[in-house]
């Protein structure tokens, strides 16, 4: 069974840092694309980061570029976010998602964890 976890959440102060993790068995993920996404209560679920299976291509949404940083350990089939700064308006339930290519889509990936809540206070 493919599964992709998420750890990581918690409640942290504006300006503080957290650092999620999205862990994947069942199959290898290496040749795979992984990126992170978040939902906040009432919006829609947006793209965050975006990493290459090579790990030699990211991308990022303009709201988080420069405070978070997307990394690949493919030893681990682990996909990381780090995320520094952090504001209020980053509190979300945070996916991280596996598919064939690179997208800021959500239609675009197969394989999705069952998210991390990240909870920040002002």
């Known amino acids: 069974q493919v599964q992709l976890v998420e750890s990581g959440g918690g409640l942290v102060q504006a300006g503080g840092s957290l650092r999620l993790s999205c862990a994947a068995s069942g199959r290898a993920f290496s040749t795979y694309a992984r990126t992170w996404f978040r939902q906040a209560p009432g919006k829609e679920r947006e793209f965050v980061a975006t990493i290459s299976w090579s790990g030699g291509a990211t991308n990022y949404a303009d709201s988080v570029k420069g405070r978070f940083t997307i990394s690949r350990a493919d030893a681990k089939n682990t996909v990381y976010l780090q995320m520094n700064s952090l504001k209020p308006e980053d509190a979300a339930v945070y996916y991280c998602?596996?598919?064939?290519?690179?997208?800021?889509?959500?239609?675009?990936?197969?394989?999705w964890g069952q998210g991390t809540q990240v909870t920040v206070s002002s």
């Open positions: 998602a596996a598919g064939n290519i690179m997208s800021t889509l959500t239609t675009r990936y197969e394989y």
